[in-house]
């Protein structure tokens, strides 16, 4: 009998451990099997550019995971029931059950609307490949001089302002952040921030939150009115429910409570990782949902399970970061380096080579999905055990 191994989600995380399981273990000994809605690998991390109009390269999953043991099922999660140790499913086949043995849940994360009023009507975001396509075709119908409002002063909205105010000189862009403009980065990297900013035009409203989105403009808690012809939403992500409506322990918000190795602490059956899970990190700080925490979770759980289905050692690898990565249109970027625990350090790195940097992350973040074990010699091991349940819950390396 084969172990039956279900991966849900595709996106940077999902893959890579569903690619990883299938060249640490024999094929004759698992199924590795990964769930998704769509037929390619979507680079999350370039929505905004795909938003702009740029086009990216396309990365079909059966050439991706050609030859890998990867069995790729194209369906829409609709539930799981983690007693039963089932997935409900809709693809081509219609409504279908799949059961497995160990479950990897990746399913990610899409925007927040914050249940601000007129956002889900009149918003646009880039979270999704979806709704990055929509607000691309928006903003081609834009005439010169239109108004364009980012919400939100975060990495995404960073990245999303500049772009769009490189790609379209000719609009009018502006960024309602809740804080001062990057006030979380050091004074080198606030300052050319700024600098950039300026040299794009893009009018910032700090210390303003958006309390409502109408067509034609948003609202401020202050009582004002900024034009908007089309509002860009980008103020974090939400977790999909599914999780939330399962037995399985998890946060208010909906992420998935894991062990260090990745294990939901309430199902050892289930292991859950990226955006979906809510993993403690250096300084007992919750991981923020990113790429750069994501990947090694999803390594962390591929090996945690691949240990437990073969009597190997855990792995013990802490998760930390090193830098925030920050496109500013094509040709600027801010390369913020920060402690363990994403606290920023004095040290940046700024300009074209910055932008280069990025781009070189983003490249690697995707070769990094076709290439699970960062081109190091694969030895499948024989699964000796029928559950990857073994051993108590392991506490994140701080
Ligand atoms: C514009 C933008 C820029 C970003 N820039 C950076 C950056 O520079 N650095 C960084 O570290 N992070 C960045 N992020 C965040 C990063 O993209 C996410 O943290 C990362 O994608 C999370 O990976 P994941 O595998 O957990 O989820 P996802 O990448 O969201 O993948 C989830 C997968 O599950 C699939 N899925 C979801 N629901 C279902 C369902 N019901 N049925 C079937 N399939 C389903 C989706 O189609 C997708 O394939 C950025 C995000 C955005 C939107």
Known sequence: ??????????GYTGAIAAGRLARRLRREDVAVTLVNAE????????MHQLAVGQDLKPRPFDEMFAGAGVELRLAEVTGVDVD??????????GAEELAYDTLLYALGSG???????????HAHEIASRPGALRLRERLARLDAGQSVVVVGGGLTGLEAATEIAEARPDLDVALAARGDLGDWLSPKGREHLRKVFGRLGITVHERTAVTGVEAGR??????????????????????????????????????????????????????AVGDAAMV??????????????????????????????TGGKLPNTPIRYFNQCISLGRKEGLIQYVTADDRAVQAVLTGRLA??????????????VANPTLGLPVRRRRVTRERATAGPAVKAPA
């Open 280 to 309: 403690m990190g250096p300084g007992d700080k919750p991981l923020r949902m990113s790429c750069a925490s994501g990947t090694p979770t999803a390594w962390q759980a591929a090996d945690a399970i691949a240990a437990r289905l």
């Open 111 to 121: 925007w927040d609307t914050q249940g601000v009023p007129g956002t889900a009507e």
């Open 39 to 46: 037929p390619d690998f979507v680079e999350r991390v370039r």
């Open 1 to 10: 009998m084969q172990h039956r191994i279900v991966v849900l989600g595709a």
């Open 355 to 368: 932008a280069v940097y990025k781009e070189l992350i983003c490249k690697g973040a995707a070769w990094g």
């Open 218 to 271: 948003v609202a401020t808690a202050d009582g004002r009115a900024i034009p908007a012809a089309v509002t860009v939403w980008t103020t974090g992500f939400a977790v999909h429910p599914i999780a939330k409506a399962t037995a399985l322990k998890v946060t208010d918000a909906g992420q998935i409570v894991v062990d260090g190795s990745m294990r939901s602490v309430s199902h050892p059956d289930v292991y």
């Open 84 to 93: 039963r140790r089932t997935v409900a499913v809709v693809g081509a086949n």
